[in-house]
């Protein structure tokens, strides 16, 4: 240990990091970079988080009491652009620019000016979306699916939509561009892929997920520009177009957007459980099959979105079939976490807490998915509150609570100082229950029959809306004690490098906190074994 | 992999995926074209 501590710290201990501002403007550091990302991304996740809220105290009683249903729709929207691309998206790729060049033993990302473009061009995005608040017609209401031909509607704001998304999708293709780059290429010479980390595998999977499906975005987005503003008919009935067309584009991407958003979750949870279970992943190479096996089954069930549009039978059958063939290698990680848990010496600090709570309540989303992959079944759910339950299962306990376990496992090697437990479990106990007070009474209503969108509701839908509210208010207000654990990490005891009694891998093989310089020379076999093993 | 290989290597990788992800945009965009 003490042999890897001299060799990261034999080179740039003339340099550390610029002084002031510029630190942050021009950084090339992969270790900068990720706490912009992640910072980022908490101001998103606050942001979004305060559109919740104005949806939830719309929808606290039956009637109109706050806003206009037009504002109503457009702060569904923005919620979903926001947390979608704003607020989960850029936090997985916070932790990648932290932990990936610390896991394979490289010295930084492989592209790290581009790297520096990818994270700038976000605040960008999101200050052109945010302005459309403020703009003559208001911001886009049209739902972040953005159908056409009611997209088509949005006033001043819609070539500002258009514009942030192209930019958020330019960052999201840049940043897989380097994650893929630095895993090919940066390795240390004895870390063979089979050897990666989870993490590191279900982020090579994730990276070559959006090469693949933002650009097919940017193409549907660019479409419905022209379609607006240069005469052409892509999406325009009127115009010879089909609007259908849209949705089938739209969720070839948008589909393999969901595993985007959980793969890199299920990535986090195999590195935590093993550490707090004290013992290795149970089918490490068997996670990685399953993960590669839900990312190309992700790009065959688009259509699962679209049942209620109509399609030939035999297609109903093909993508019911092919959805819930997903449940499979699903299952598997499921079985493997529980097994890698099994008679191990398990201890419960707060990353093992939030990703225990992963594993039911993602399986909960898991399941609620299944029940709407059913086609005749689908028919009915479609559109109802069910569907807003299902996917904020799979989001929040799912994508959400894994990056609070991420951050929680690593915040001591990105400190040096041990955060504090008391408030991270209260933390994890406050969210987790207000959490399920929000989506749980949801699938209820979506079973009765409350559609989805809409800023009123009859009556007897009031109690369980009422309990959601609640739940939302608890949830938001929870996350304040962990901006309060963020605030106070520094002055936690000193975190020793290793942190966690049972880790292993290179990144816990570097002092607490990680040198601004790392794996100048690559580690040494020894060391990288002992990580290894 | 000496230094030069391994710039090479991050070249072309860089390329290789930003060649396809320009070919998923402009297909994509070939299809409504073809559909349309």
């Known amino acids: 240990m003490a042999t890897a501590a001299a060799d990261i710290t034999d080179h740039h201990d003339d340099h550390g990091p610029a002084k002031g501002i510029g630190r942050w403007l021009f950084s090339t550091n992969h270790k900068d970079i990720g706490t912009m990302y992640l910072l980022f991304s908490l101001t998103m996740f606050f942001v979004g988080g305060a559109m919740a809220m104005v949806i939830r105290s719309e929808l606290a009683v039956p009637g109109l009491q706050f806003v206009d249903p037009g504002f109503f729709n457009s702060m569904t929207t923005m919620h979903a652009l926001i947390m979608v691309f704003g607020a989960v998206m850029p936090a997985f790729v916070g932790l990648a620019n932290w932990m990936i060049p610390l896991m394979i033993g490289a010295p930084d990302m492989a592209l790290p000016r581009m790297n520096n473009w990818s994270f700038w061009i976000l605040p960008v995005a999101f200050g052109i979306l945010l302005s459309t608040l403020f703009m003559p017609g208001g911001a886009p209401a049209g739902g972040w699916t953005m159908y056409p031909p009611l997209i088509l509607q949005t006033g001043d704001a819609f070539p500002f939509l258009i514009f942030s998304v192209h930019l958020m999708g330019i960052s999201s293709i840049m940043g897989a561009i380097n994650v893929i780059v630095t895993i090919i290429n940066m390795r240390a010479p004895e870390m063979t892929l089979i050897k990666m980390p989870m993490f590191v595998w279900t982020w090579l999977i994730t990276a070559y997920l959006l090469i693949a499906v933002m650009p097919v975005l940017a193409g549907a987005v660019t479409m419905l520009l022209t379609d607006q503003f240069f005469g052409t008919s892509f999406f325009l009935a009127a115009g010879g177009g089909d609007p259908v067309m849209f949705q089938h584009i739209f969720w070839f991407f948008g589909h393999p957007e969901v595993y985007i958003m959980i793969l890199p979750a299920f990535g986090v949870v195999s590195e935590i459980i093993p550490t707090f279970s004290r013992k290795p992943l149970f089918g490490h190479d068997s996670m990685v099959y399953a993960a590669a096996s839900i990312a190309f089954l992700s790009f065959i069930v688009w259509a699962h979105h679209m049942f209620t549009v109509g399609m030939p039978l035999t297609g109903q059958m093909f993508f019911m079939f092919a959805t819930m063939l997903i449940a499979v290698p699903t299952g598997v990680k499921v079985f493997n976490w529980v097994a890698t848990m099994w008679r191990g010496a398990m201890t419960f600090e707060t990353p093992m807490l939030f990703s225990l709570a992963f594993v039911f309540l993602f399986t909960i989303g898991g399941f609620s998915g299944l029940m709407l992959a059913i086609a005749p079944a689908d028919i009915q759910y479609h559109d109802t509150y069910f569907v807003v339950a299902h996917f904020h299962y799979v989001l929040v306990p799912g994508s959400v609570f894994a990056i609070m376990a991420a951050a929680y496992y690593w915040l001591p090697k990105w400190t040096g100082h041990m955060y504090n437990e008391t408030l991270g479990k209260v933390h994890f106990w406050a969210s987790t229950i207000f959490v399920n007070l929000t989506f749980f009474p949801m699938h209820f209503l979506g079973l009765a029959g409350m559609p989805r969108r809409i800023p009123d509701y009859s009556t007897q839908f009031a109690d369980f809306n009422t309990i959601a509210s609640i739940g939302a208010f608890g949830f938001g207000l929870s996350q304040l004690i962990f901006v309060a654990v963020i605030v106070t990490a520094w002055k936690g005891a000193k975190a020793t490098d290793r942190v966690w009694e049972g880790s292993h891998g290179l990144e816990w093989t570097v002092p607490s906190p990680a040198p601004y310089h790392t794996w100048e020379t690559p580690p040494k076999a020894r060391i990288a074994d002992e990580a290894f093993e | ?36």
Do not use: C, H, P
């Not at chain 2, 945009?25 to 349309?36: D, K, T």
């Open chain 2, 1 to 36: 992999m000496n230094d030069a290989e391994r710039k090479k290597g991050i070249r072309r990788t860089a390329l290789i995926f930003g060649g396809i992800a320009l070919a998923f945009y402009i297909g994509f965009i070939l299809v409504g074209v073809l559909q349309s």
